[in-house]
């Protein structure tokens, strides 16, 4: 579980967004959109806690498991497998494992001897945690994500950019983390895997939150869709699926420019015959009034505009900038 409240995010000086409150619980799906360079990226960033935000809180309960867009440098000398073993601290039990295996192959009696102890109590610790079943889904994982036995048992500097990401991205999945924030995970997919992905996050038990340019993707998986308008700095939240999110939005664009339109031919019928009473001095206060309720026609315009949209959102706007719409 995520919760934000009256987050505030910036680009250096530039504001991302501000005032941004929502949450994201377990059966949460939710798709982050917004056009290249909105501040996705910034935002998953902060939900992950690897950066502060410019203002505002975000709780986390329970694990995150965060797949950033750009891939992370760390240790890059262990082994694919190991690295994806790492999410459930299985890595290191092993690794000793496969130490104690060598060990085993000595012409040393004695150290023959002491590693095939060692390899029994490593091995009974490794099955009372359940690591034969771990590192069978971990290999399932892997295996759906196009990465072959030969390719995990590599370290990861032997490995492209490419398999890089997608040992990342199947960590994170082996993880059982409580919350996913996945930027881009299709890239670097090949068709077969993101059909897979596709199924996999569509009954995902915990709370997700994906970026993704894969229409079918995001059609397929989320129930909830978080639209960052760069242009108002501000996140509008629709709590439906892809389908009726497009339909919500096209439906409030139209009948904002329906009524737009009412609105201004009123005004404009106001204003035309508070120009003729203007001209009768004992009609000119009527005249004022009317254009002044004409302005106010217009002026609803904005509030309209500003109210019209679905669920619990949080608006900024200013409205000079609002006029220009
Ligand atoms: N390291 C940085 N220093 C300064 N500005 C940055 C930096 N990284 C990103 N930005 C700016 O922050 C803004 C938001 O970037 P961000 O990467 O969050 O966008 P995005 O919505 O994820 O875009 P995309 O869809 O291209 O991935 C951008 O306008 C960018 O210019
Ligand atoms: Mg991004």
Do not use: C
Not at 133 to 144: M, Q, R, Y
Not at 175 to 203: C, F, I, M, Q
Not at 269 to 285: G, I, N, P, Y
């Amino acid at each position: 579980m995520i919760v934000v409240s009256n987050l505030e995010l910036r680009a250096g000086s530039r504001l991302l967004m501000d005032e941004v409150n929502f949450r994201v619980a377990s059966g949460d799906r939710v798709g982050l959109v917004g056009r290249n360079g909105a501040g996705k990226t910034t935002l998953t960033k902060a939900l992950s806690g690897q950066t502060e935000p410019a203002g505002g809180t975000i709780s986390r309960g329970g694990e995150i498991g965060y797949l950033p867009q750009d891939p992370r440098t760390g240790d890059l000398s262990v082994l694919g497998r190991d690295r994806i073993l790492s999410a459930r601290g299985l890595d290191t039990i092993v690794a000793n494992m496969r130490k104690a295996e060598a060990a085993m192959m000595s012409e040393d009696d004695a150290v023959r001897e002491k590693a095939m102890g060692r390899y029994a109590r490593l091995e009974a610790d490794f099955t009372s945690r359940g690591g034969y079943a771990a590192e069978s889904e971990a290999g399932s994982i892997a295996n759906s994500l196009s990465l072959p036995e030969r390719v995990l048992g590599q370290p990861l500097d032997t490995l492209s950019g490419g398999q890089r990401r997608r040992i990342e991205l199947a960590r994170i999945l082996f993880s059982g983390a409580d919350t996913l924030l996945l930027d881009e995970p299709t890239n670097h997919l090949d068709a077969d895997s993101v059909l897979w992905l596709r199924d996999y996050l569509k009954t995902y038990p915990g709370g997700l939150l994906i970026i993704s340019h894969d229409v079918a993707l995001i059609e397929t998986v989320v129930n909830r869709v978080f639209y960052l308008d760069a242009n108002r700095s501000v996140i509008d939240i629709y709590n439906m699926g892809w389908k009726q999110y497009l339909q919500q939005r096209e439906n409030d664009e139209r009948r904002r420019h329906r009524e737009r339109a009412n609105a201004e031919k009123k005004a404009h019928t106001l204003m035309a015959q508070a120009d003729k009473m203007r001209a009768k001095a004992t009609k000119a206060v009527a005249a004022q009034n009317m254009a002044r309720r004409a302005q106010r026609l217009l002026d609803g315009l904005e509030t309209e505009q500003v109210s019209d949209k679905v669920a619990k959102l949080r608006f900024r706007l200013r409205p000079q900038v609002a006029r220009h719409r």
